[in-house]
């Protein structure tokens, strides 16, 4: 399934993304890296990490990946309790030490609220989880405390805040696609998360931002379909929470699933890299005729030729653009240098980008810290 895209729009997108208009505007870095191991070596690397800004210091922790084998070669995917915290200052990351959550979970919505970060949803070895946390730092000690559960198990959400309420957009479990966004009130003594709105369609993996105000914006996403290939979305929607409606406001210049995104300081919608979903797709092909053949010497030769494609697997789009919500334009920005990221958050804080780890190509993570220095004088 393809969304349709009608042509005088596809024009006004397309002209508004033409190369004249590319500009200069964000410097990354990508020399920062997660802390080594015991032995030396390199970190594989975290999909789906818990991270977050709790004042002026990062926190990333959780996430999942592979230590062993492949998934294709037979490996299980390990959720992570380790928690690593750093300072920035000067757009510089200086690690200041680790932790251990008391629970793993991958997947989850992150969102940062002042000297907090606040956490819901995810999944560990077990599949999805209603769970939630609120993270704070005292003298550079990591503190939990329970948020109350979600009304469904969801993994792949996103979770922002406006209106002192966290709102958790989307998601996914083994049985749905979530089309709902569910608000918990932090004033609230013994609150609960309560449905606000159905979204125009069921999403997962999108991109979701904050005004911080009474707009939230969702960008792309994908949903899973059964006995077909899985939806990749090209619509940016506006939900309004004085209103309570949503509304299309945009096409993304490509469709994309599990990029990452901010708002900036300047009322801009910052989208980096992200999913086609070009190998993904011929992966699902090759699985749906796996499950449909009876013939065991085809099905073995299916089998290697789905894990063939995902050894060789391009990597992800580093592609940056940003959306004037005032004007309803997009611009092309600068690439991401280095290796592109998915299933991770996107963080902004004082005029800086912070993308931490991620997956770079399908199985593989990074322990790359992408930090980028957007141009302070406001031309985003």
């Known amino acids: 399934m393809k969304l349709k895209t009608s042509i005088l729009l596809l024009t006004v997108v397309l002209g508004s993304c033409s190369s004249d208009e590319k500009s200069k505007t964000i410097r990354w870095d990508n020399q920062t890296k997660l802390p080594t191991n ?19 210091r990062l926190l990333i922790a959780g996430g999942a990946n592979f230590p062993e084998k492949m998934p294709w070669d037979g490996g299980t995917k390990r ?3 380790q928690a690593y915290i750093y300072q920035l200052e000067d757009g510089v990351l200086t690690f200041l030490g680790e932790s251990e959550l008391k629970e793993a979970v991958a997947y989850p919505g992150n969102c940062s609220v002042g000297s ?9 070895q077990n599949g999805a ?31 922002v805040f406006a209106s002192g309420k966290l709102y958790f957009v989307g998601g996914e479990n083994q049985q749905l696609v979530s089309d709902k966004i569910y608000g918990l009130d932090l004033s609230a003594e013994n609150g609960v998360w309560e449905e606000v709105l159905t979204l125009a369609h069921p999403v997962s993996n999108a991109v ?38 949503i509304n299309k406001i945009a096409e993304l210049p490509e469709p ?17 890299g992200g999913d086609h979903a070009e190998t993904f797709h011929r992966v699902e092909a090759l699985i749906a005729r796996i499950n ?22 391009p990597g992800f789009l580093p592609h940056t653009w940003s959306f004037n919500v005032k004007r309803k334009q997009w611009k092309k920005r600068d690439d991401i240098v280095g290796k592109s990221p998915v299933t991770t958050t996107a963080l ?18 990074t322990d790359q810290i992408l930090v980028g220095q957007a141009d302070k004088n406001g031309a985003l």
């Open 38 to 56: 015991v032995d030396g070596s390199a970190h594989l690397g975290l999909a789906g990490p818990i991270t977050g800004m709790i004042g002026d």
């Open 79 to 81: 959720y992570a309790a």
């Open 116 to 124: 907090a970060l606040y956490v819901a949803g995810g999944e560990n």
């Open 129 to 159: 989880v209603r769970s939630g946390k609120k993270f704070y730092l005292e003298a550079d000690t990591l503190h939990e405390e329970p948020l109350p559960d979600l009304p469904v198990a969801l993994t792949n959400g996103s979770l």
């Open 208 to 245: 979701v931002v904050s005004d911080q105000k009474n707009k939230l914006y969702i960008a792309g996403g994908r949903m899973r379909n059964v006995d077909s290939l899985s939806t990749i979305y090209d619509q940016l929607f506006e939900v309004n929470l004085h209103t309570v409606s």
């Open 256 to 272: 994309v699933a599990a990029g990452t995104g901010v708002w900036d300081d300047n009322g801009h919608i910052l989208l980096f």
């Open 292 to 313: 449909q053949t009876t013939d065991d010497s085809l099905r073995n030769a299916l089998i290697e030729e789905k894990a063939m494609l995902q050894r060789e697997h």
């Open 348 to 365: 902004w804080y004082q005029q800086h980008i912070i993308i931490p780890s991620g997956e770079i190509r399908a199985g593989v993570r």
